[in-house]
T-cell receptor, first 113, second 115 residues
Framework: NAGVTQTPKFQVLKTGQSMTLQCAQDMNHEYMSWYRQDPGMGLRLIHYSVGAGITDQGEVPNGYNVSRSTTEDFPLRLLSAAPSQTSVYFC????????????FGPGTRLTVT | GDSVTQMEGPVTLSEEAFLTINCTYTATGYPSLFWYVQYPGEGLQLLLKATKADDKGSNKGFEATYRKETTSFHLEKGSVQVSDSAVYFCALSDGSGGSNYKLTFGKGTLLTVNP
């Protein structure tokens, strides 16, 4: 099992550019989430999905879009990158009916100039 | 809403010292509690968990006890090693109403252990 994988590992964007952060899991987990990690802020939830075709907003959704067409994949789209989106992004998955334990990917470090 | 408050650190210890990182929480339901560890340049790994009051989670010499009366889940280790240097996050999942898709995190505590 590869677990949760994320690509790319690093990315530099110019303000206004768009891009997609990829996330995939091979554990057949129903739930998937995207978090951003900023210094002194912990991790904050951007968007989450409780199953294929179902997504919802988390704590900090502005500037990001998600979709979930398959159980395995949960891409995060930045529509028009801003310097405030410079952060480390983590994707996570968890099984429905569990106690909430989530499994994290290795992260994508994004810099917007 | 749910929240987690933990010691912000940084915490610097000598090898073999005793470690405590305090964590308290606020939740509307009956949460599960977690400690995650993040080594430099890596993602988060689950260190230990507890799912109900008075449960003790333990792993790799670390322990934490779910104390409902004080809404706390303090992380302890009797003798730290240099390899324990990392950022530690306390988190909760509020399982009431089926909302266990989401973790609420504390801000993290940077631990540095010197030889």
């Amino acid at each position: 099992n590869a677990g949760v994988t994320q690509t790319p590992k690093f990315q530099v964007l110019k303000t206004g550019q768009s891009m997609t952060l990829q996330c995939a899991q091979d554990m057949n987990h129903e739930y998937m989430s995207w978090y951003r990690q900023d210094p002194g802020m912990g991790l904050r939830l951007i968007h989450y999905s409780v199953g294929a075709g179902i997504t919802d907003q988390g704590e900090v959704p502005n500037g990001y879009n998600v979709s979930r067409s398959t159980t395995e994949d949960f891409p995060l789209r930045l529509l028009s990158a801003a310097p405030s989106q410079t952060s480390v992004y983590f994707c996570a998955s968890s099984p429905a009916g569990g106690v909430g334990e989530q499994y994290f990917g290795p992260g994508t470090r994004l810099t917007v100039t | 809403g749910d929240s987690v408050t933990q010691m912000e650190g940084p915490v610097t210890l000598s090898e073999e010292a005793f470690l405590t990182i305090n964590c308290t929480y606020t939740a509307t339901g009956y949460p599960s509690l977690f400690w995650y560890v993040q080594y430099p340049g890596e993602g988060l790994q689950l260190l230990l968990k507890a799912t109900k009051a008075d449960d003790k989670g333990s792993n790799k010499g670390f322990e934490a006890t779910y104390r409902k009366e004080t809404t706390s889940f303090h992380l302890e280790k009797g003798s730290v090693q240099v390899s324990d240097s990392a950022v530690y996050f306390c988190a909760l999942s509020d399982g009431s109403g089926g909302s266990n898709y989401k973790l609420t995190f504390g801000k993290g505590t940077l631990l540095t252990v010197n030889p």
